[in-house]
């Protein structure tokens, strides 16, 4: 029984409107399912179609999930400074821990992974646009929570008609910014660890 | 012209529902005789109308006629029959309504339905008052006349029931009164053959509640003082504006073709169909 | 317009929409209104492309209105609303009921009263989803508690809005109507349509309020023919207002008799872990999910609890708790109101088991952190 519970991923992705996160929730989950699992994705947003704070989570389970809602987290995507601030504590010890470096400026603790994901997406695509698409590539790089090619599938399906290119592009940038950000942080601990020696 | 028996004969439910609940010297069933004409003289089958209402003395109008008929709630009438006409477009549906069921708690509704151009006839009739519930003051109500909850004259300005329709889009427009019953059969005539929203407003009186109010007489007086401020558009639109104050101007108000709301959906309807196979 | 994926994630509010189509909806009238809003752009999209027809109208009033008008013109008919919405459509609701057209509302509750709370979870419209009109009458509201049961109840209320002739409500709350979930849903060909039984007697015998044996009318479709009169108005067999008290008294009391006749049909009741619970946690909508979850852990720990889930609220399914009653010690009713199934309960009780109710009314939801510590609290 105790491991039943285990089975169960709780994401949380946290921002503002406007950002696209409700959207990146659905793909998750689409994603889930087509990696064989069973799946409960919801939100909470303000009255405003941008700009508000929003919030979903997808829960990711192998058996069934009754109660639909994250109350600990095992990953979190922070977008905005509020996001941090609230759910940082709701994270579960081990749990991992996204901010976009772009929008949270406090970063509560150093396990955290921070990565400018919107600044290097207007960088490379010249807008944020896509910027739910390449922390998609985050999580999936840096948690391994869906298989990529899953994902891929999943974010095809639902961006619009003509866009799947630019879209699989993104994704493939997230997990390159994932990538680089787990190198650096690896060869910090490796130093730490030189240090103490 | 059918005679008065046929036509009770023809179209009233005669063995069932009567005596009406009408006062003596009421104009309601004159305008329903009016319409009733209009609608064998089209030679419509019985099956084919839909008669919808709301509440008040002419909400009761549809109990007593032999064809499709729905009596619903206050002010209401338009979206019943607006359901009622996407459902069955072939129908002929046609709307009867009080002046506060269509322009007081029914008001948001006959301007949606007039912009929408949905192809129903309302007939409205309009005595100045809230008759059923004994005298109260409508938005018809001109100002300075009296009513049971206005005993020292009515401050509110009245609506313009016929201006108002043609500035919400209704694409035919057509008043006349309880007195000119063939002018209003003919009115009636080109509202229902009309393809479009279509409103006739009917000016009328009250003799029970707003003639004995205002001391304006009985049936008769009020019938002769609708005779006297009428005047036909064709003659209206030679007089000046001094000549015209205080008169009704009657006929056809304005007729004009537009898009029709149930033809429109057909064709949308269609293009989702072929979206879908395609 | 999305493409279709191969798997079905799908929302609540969606599902609602679907069970529609499935059912064989064919017209819907609506105004937009947080949480339902979903629900009316999915059958814009849909309908006309099924043949059916969608209007927004210009108010929740018109909305009902235009069902009613609909499904009197031989549609069946739905409109999906929220809070102020649902208090807006009462008067015409009262009128469906009398004039017994069938309907369903699906109502996807918000926080309240007023404005209220738009985009939080509630379920405080249980009280008015019965008692909302003026006047008696009954009612019939589902309440489905997960994205695929939503599919199926909204078909069920289709089904049993046709076959009683009365107006159904599928009451939803927002984290229902919001959640997405992996669903498995029938091919519309497997899914059962039950339609409203149609005259069959040449029109000048034709009575449209004249009860068959099953307490239901046939309802014969404006344009079919068969001339009538329908009336907000209570009336007699023929359809004509009446005052005459032995007329309205067969009226009223045929209203409920039909849906008296059919109580266990309506009443969609589930129990799980019933049999030897001597604590049962009474739920419905997305409580049913918190309980689930909170039972799964108190069972682990050994505790006999067991959940009734209502599916059915109106009329009260009462037998499902009168059945376990001599069993049980305690009853736990978490609700996000405050304890409007909870009243219920304790009426159908009457006094053999101790009732414990769990309340919230701040837009967030009971968790089952919450109820089994209530629950740990009672045993003890």
């Known amino acids: 029984m105790k491991k039943k519970k285990q089975e169960r991923v709780e994401i949380r992705l946290a921002g503002s409107g406007g950002q696209g996160l409700i959207t990146a929730g659905i793909i998750l989950a689409e994603a889930a399912i087509l990696d064989g699992k069973n799946v409960v994705q919801s939100q909470s947003y303000g009255p405003e179609a941008r700009g508000g704070a929003s919030r979903a989570e997808v829960i990711i389970a192998k058996g069934a999930i009754y109660f639909p809602k994250a109350s600990w987290v095992d990953i979190l995507l922070a977008m905005s400074q509020k996001a941090s601030d609230q759910y940082a504590f709701n994270l579960k010890p081990d749990g991992v821990f996204i901010v976009d470096a772009t929008y949270v400026n406090q970063i509560p603790t150093t396990s955290a992974l921070a990565i400018p994901i919107s600044a290097r997406t207007r960088e490379k695509f010249g807008k944020e646009l896509f910027s739910n698409i390449v922390a998609l590539g985050v999580i999936c790089e840096a948690t391994g929570v869906v298989t990529p090619k899953a994902l891929e599938a999943a974010i095809s399906d639902r961006v619009p008609d003509g866009t799947e290119k630019i879209n699989s592009e993104a994704f493939n940038f997230g997990r390159k910014l994932a990538r680089e950000a787990l190198k650096e942080r690896d060869e910090g601990e490796d130093e730490i660890i030189e240090a103490d020696s | 012209m059918i005679s008065n028996s046929e036509l009770v004969k023809k179209y009233f439910r005669y063995n069932k529902k009567f005596p009406h609940i009408w006062c003596p010297g009421c104009g309601i069933g004159t305008i329903l005789g009016s319409m009733l004409r209009a609608i064998d003289d089209l030679e419509l089958e019985k099956d084919d109308i839909a008669f919808v209402s709301g509440i008040g003395c002419t909400g009761r109008a549809p109990v007593y006629v032999d064809f499709n008929t729905l009596h619903t709630t206050h002010g209401r009438a338009l979206p019943f029959a607006t359901g009622l006409k996407l459902a069955r477009p072939e129908l002929k549906v046609i709307v009867a309504t009080g002046d506060g069921d269509s322009t007081a708690i029914g008001g948001n509704h006959l301007i949606h339905a007039c912009r929408r151009n949905i192809d129903i006839t309302t007939i409205i009739f309009n005595n100045y008052i809230y008759g059923m519930t004994g005298g109260q003051y409508s938005p018809t109500t001109p100002h300075g006349d009296k009513a049971y909850t206005c005993k020292l004259g009515n401050i509110e300005r009245p609506f313009n029931i016929s201006a108002l329709v043609e500035a919400a889009g209704a694409t035919f427009v057509g008043r006349s009164t309880s007195y000119h019953t063939l002018q209003l059969k003919n009115i009636i005539k080109r509202a229902i053959q009309h393809k479009g929203f279509s409103v006739v407003e009917v000016i009328t009186h009250c003799p029970t509640t707003y003639g004995r109010i205002n001391r304006k007489g009985g049936a008769v007086e009020m019938l002769e003082w609708q005779k006297e401020v009428a005047v036909d558009r064709e003659k209206a639109a030679k007089m000046s504006p001094e000549e015209l104050e205080g008169k009704i101007v009657t006929g056809i108000l304005l007729e004009r073709e537009l898009p029709e709301f149930c033809e429109q959906y057909d064709t949308i309807i269609e293009k989702a169909q072929s979206l879908d196979k395609g | ?380």
């Open chain 3, 1 to 380: 317009m999305r493409k279709k994926p191969s798997y079905q994630l799908m929302q609540g509010n969606e599902a609602a929409a679907e069970g529609a189509l499935a059912a064989g909806v064919n017209f819907f009238a609506g105004y937009p209104i947080t949480p339902s809003t979903e629900i009316a752009e999915i059958l814009a999209d849909r309908l006309p492309a099924n043949g059916g027809k969608f209007i927004q109208m210009e108010d929740e009033i018109g909305s009902i209105a235009a069902i009613i008008g609909a499904s009197i013109g031989g549609c069946k008919s739905l409109t999906a609303t929220s809070g102020p919405g649902f208090s807006l459509m009462q008067e015409n609701l009262g009128f469906a009921c009398l004039a017994e057209v069938p309907l369903v509302i699906v109502n996807v509750m918000r926080g309240g009263p007023s404005t209220g709370m738009p985009t939080s979870p509630s379920q405080g419209d249980v009280m008015q989803s019965r008692w909302g009109t003026h006047g008696d009458h009954p009612i019939i509201v589902l309440s489905p508690a997960s994205v695929e049961e939503t599919f199926h109840y909204t078909i069920k209320a289709v089904n049993l809005a046709e076959k009683y002739r009365n107006p159904v409500i599928v009451l939803m709350d927002e984290v229902i109507g919001h959640m997405r979930a992996r669903v498995s849903l029938p091919p519309w060909p497997m899914v059962e349509r039950v339609n409203r039984v149609k005259p069959n007697m040449p029109p000048e015998w034709y009575n449209p309020y004249e009860r068959q044996a099953s307490g239901v009318a046939p309802m014969a479709a404006f344009g079919d023919g068969y001339r009538y009169h329908v009336t907000g108005l209570v009336h007699d067999a023929k359809g004509f207002p009446t005052a005459n008290p032995n007329e309205a008294r067969d009226n009223l009391r045929g209203l409920f008799a039909k849906i008296e006749r059919g109580f266990r049909e309506i009443c969609l009741v589930d129990y799980e872990e019933m049999e030897d619970a001597e604590h049962a946690i009474v739920a419905y909508g997305c409580m049913v999910l918190s309980a689930r979850s909170a039972l799964e852990q108190l069972r682990e720990a050994g505790h006999r609890v067991g959940l009734i889930k209502l599916g059915t609220l109106w009329p009260f399914p009462r037998f499902a708790l009168e059945r376990y009653l001599p069993q049980l010690k305690n009853i736990i009713v978490p609700e996000l109101n405050l304890g409007q199934v909870y009243r219920e309960v304790l009426r159908v009780n009457a006094g053999h088991a101790n009732i414990e109710k769990i309340n919230r009314i701040n837009g967030t939801i009971i968790t089952p952190e919450e109820i089994i510590k209530t629950v740990k609290g009672l045993i003890r």
